[in-house]
């Protein structure tokens, strides 16, 4: 079974500061995939990350991915109160069509 | 937005009771998920689908049984429903096997009393 975790699982960071959340997972992966959910809300996808060293922005979002380190990040640039989310990574393992999903991590942006 | 709409959005039953979700799909997606969500878990696949009537069990299928008669739509039962399977239950689909994107519906949260 293919294990995903990510840190932190509770974030708060104060508007114009940079953090980082990581995630990582237990198995060979060949594609990797960032959502935000917002409160009582549905998923949307943010990123597909489909091989080593692919690396993703939009906005103040930038996604990476390290296959050999089973490692993706997930680093947020001057942070601004609407990205208070949380955040969620998952894997798909080769040939598969199961998406594991890792516990997601909280934003919050304190102005 | 794949066109995904889940019935019913909201639903309160009591344990014992049998349960089925919908999930509807307009954009005729081969692949179709039901995942349930719970605090400190994420999302976890319940079962999954790859066809009509092609269904397999994802990692916390027990108590949970699903349909795909049509492609449609995919049906997730509580075959009887217990507390612990209080939770949101979100559909989602992917067009086919080279296709990277999975969408969500808008989510059905149960509550078993």
């Known amino acids: 079974e293919l294990k995903v975790e990510q840190n932190p699982l509770f974030l708060s960071m104060q508007e114009g500061k940079n953090y980082t959340i990581y995630c990582n997972y237990s198995t060979t992966s060949d594609r990797l995939y960032w959502y935000r959910q917002d409160p009582g809300k549905s998923l949307e996808s943010l990123f597909v990350?489909?091989?080593?060293?692919a690396v993703k922005q939009e906005g103040r979002l930038m996604a990476s991915l390290d296959t050999k380190a089973r490692l993706s990040t997930l680093h947020i640039t001057a942070a601004v109160h609407d990205l208070s989310a949380t955040y969620f990574c998952?894997?798909?393992?080769?040939?598969?069509?199961?998406?594991?999903f890792g516990t997601g991590t909280s934003l919050t942006v304190i102005p | 937005d794949a066109g995904i709409t889940q019935s019913p959005r909201h639903k309160v039953t009591e344990t014992g009771t049998p349960v089925t979700l919908r999930c509807h799909q307009t954009?005729?997606?081969?692949?179709m998920y039901w995942y349930r969500q719970d605090p400190g878990h994420g999302l976890r696949l319940i079962h999954y689908?790859?066809?009509?009537?092609?269904?397999d069990k994802g990692e916390v299928s027990d108590g949970y049984s699903v349909s795909r008669s049509k492609t449609e739509d995919f049906l997730l039962t509580l075959e009887s429903a217990t507390s612990s399977q209080t939770s949101v239950y979100f559909c989602?689909?992917?067009?086919?096997?080279?296709?990277?994107?999975?969408?969500f519906g808008p989510g059905t949260r149960l509550t078993v009393t």
């Open positions: 989602a689909t992917k067009a086919g096997i080279s296709s990277y994107e999975q969408y």
């Open positions: 954009e005729n997606h081969r692949y």
């Open positions: 689908s790859y066809g009509v009537k092609d269904t």
């Open positions: 998952a894997v798909v393992i080769p040939t598969g069509n199961q998406f594991y």
């Open positions: 990350l489909l091989s080593n060293g």
